[in-house]
């Protein structure tokens, strides 16, 4: 057993003794060596207060997440995660022993055992090897899908006014080919007309936004658009007791990288919009790891930064906390990091002179210490070691903790393409969301020119010239109706369609 710690170890320490559970970090570092007595700790009753993962590449950021997340799971707390390099999915396995995991764990006075946790694959659309994971583009709404597409607050405005008039008639914008077909309609002489009164769409515009569709189209946006959409309940489940571990394969980032952050902020938003206030847990109902989040915040406006703003504040009454994980703190806008309760910066390099503005910055943001020099600490850590920092029960920061970080007891590494594919098919969920679904929508009703008038049930015969075209083809009309999945779709359309959705923070559609 590891001797009492005393002095400068022992007055960290104190600061993270914990009441209630909590996940073990490591152990404090001071001048070099480890006091494996003095813990470092993050509460679980404090995770809905957010934090941050920070660190260069190669200096432990992954095995962080997976150390924090086998640890959450363990406490029946579900994990969403993104696989952004693949190497996670090492959280379905029991780890391996190694002369590293036993010198760690003996410097740590850690008793190791290797361990797996319940895992989910998941992957944005059909063309990656989890299960694949939808949303319609009436739930995305205008907000985020503008932040997909690139387009500037006029843009942004006009997509808008494009989901208003679906909303009001009722038409489900369920995949590219649906919002494509809405605004060729109100491009054209009808849809001009459609829109009197309320504005326009004009012709450039519309080209823009088309244009950006295509491109996202191009880069195999459009299989991720469609039904069945993803119910965020399924990122809540537990399993022997164990919360289940999400992890969202996103190894293939680089080729759409607005569209996999802005999908991790929907997520989000539907979590906020579908669960019930809650206040202070004694641990949370989920813990969320939103990696490479400088994605989400670059070339974000400002109107999208105040709701991003506004939804961490907001989610942590909901149970759910919120971790942003990427390589500077400075990635992170100031009013979302003063949101972070919890820090655990990894090395940073300081080879620039940007590097050094951007460590100076960083120093700035933690409580002065008086055991360590925060600017020569923080690039001199080694693999697998951190600077933390994060809220105590009492809700004040603790002492900074130069921290040598335990081993995950799963698997370092991925677990390999085969592996995953045998999990995905005996999954309950692969069943739900396996095969994509293509029911009527906005596309088919316009190319069969069964428009309901605004606010009018579903049902009921528009408004129309008698020259106008579904007169003159009555039969394909009755056939269309008459199909029971469509009068399915027709009731529930009657009850919410019917009318304009409503709309949360960042214009998804509250269900």
Not at 74 to 101: M, Y
């Amino acid at each position: 057993m590891a001797e009492q710690a005393s002095g400068p170890a022992a007055e960290i320490a104190q600061g993270y003794v914990s009441d209630g559970a909590a996940v073990e970090l490591g152990a404090v570092v001071i001048d070099g060596k480890t006091e494996a007595s003095a813990a470092v700790r993050l509460p679980l009753a404090t995770l809905n207060r957010h934090g941050l993962v920070a660190g260069a590449t190669g200096t432990g950021k992954t095995k962080t997440l997976q150390l924090i997340s086998e640890q959450l799971s363990a406490a029946g707390v579900p994990v969403v995660l993104a696989d952004v390099k693949g190497d996670l999915s090492g959280l379905s396995a029991p780890g391996e022993p190694s002369d590293r995991t036993a010198k760690r764990s003996a410097e740590l006075g850690d008793e190791w055992a290797p361990e797996a946790g319940p895992v989910q694959f998941l992957s944005l659309g059909t063309s990656g090897t989890g299960i694949p994971v939808r949303a319609t583009i009436t739930s995305f709404g205008p907000v985020l899908l503008s932040k997909v597409l690139g387009l500037n607050e006029t843009q942004e405005s006009t997509l808008g006014l494009i989901f208003h008039w679906a909303d009001q008639r009722g038409l489900a914008l369920l995949d590219t080919k649906d919002l494509r077909s809405v605004i060729t309609h109100l491009t054209s002489d009808e849809g001009k007309e459609d829109l009197k009164g309320i504005g326009g769409v004009s012709a450039a515009t519309a080209g823009v936004i088309l244009r950006a569709l295509s491109n996202l189209e191009a880069q195999g946006g459009e299989e991720f658009f469609g039904e069945p959409e993803l119910d965020v309940h399924d990122l809540m489940r537990q399993q022997d007791g164990k919360g289940v571990i999400t992890l969202l394969e996103l190894d293939n980032l680089q080729s759409k990288p607005a569209l996999f952050s802005t999908f991790l902020m929907w997520l989000l938003a539907e979590l906020f919009e579908e669960l019930p206030e809650e206040g202070d847990l004694d641990q949370p109902k989920l813990v969320f790891f939103f990696d490479e989040a400088h994605l989400l915040f670059s070339g974000a406006s400002k109107a999208f930064l105040e709701r991003i703003e506004q939804t961490v504040k907001l989610i942590r009454s909901k149970g759910v906390g919120v971790f942003f994980c990427t390589q500077l703190p400075t990635d992170i806008p100031n009013n979302v990091l003063s949101q972070l309760g919890a820090r655990v910066q990894h090395a940073l390099r300081a080879f620039t002179p940007d590097d050094q503005k951007a460590l100076a910055r960083t120093v700035k943001t933690y409580p002065k210490s008086p055991h360590y020099d925060l600017e020569t600490a923080l690039t001199s850590l080694g693999i697998g070691e951190a600077i933390v920092t994060v809220l105590s029960e009492r809700g004040a920061p603790t002492p900074v903790a130069w921290t040598r970080l335990r081993a995950p007891r799963s698997k370092m590494g991925s677990i390999g393409a085969d592996a995953i594919r045998a999990a995905v098919a005996s999954s309950e969920l692969n069943a739900k969301y396996g095969e994509t679904i293509d029911r009527e929508s906005a596309y088919e009703k316009l190319a069969a020119k069964a428009v309901p008038a605004p606010d009018a049930a579903p049902a009921a015969e528009p408004e129309a010239p008698a020259a106008h075209p579904e007169k003159e083809e009555p039969g394909m009309i009755s056939q269309v109706l008459s199909n029971p999945a469509v009068k399915s779709f027709m009731r529930s359309a009657a009850s919410s369609l019917g009318r304009e959705f409503s709309r949360g923070l960042f214009g998804n559609r509250r269900r």
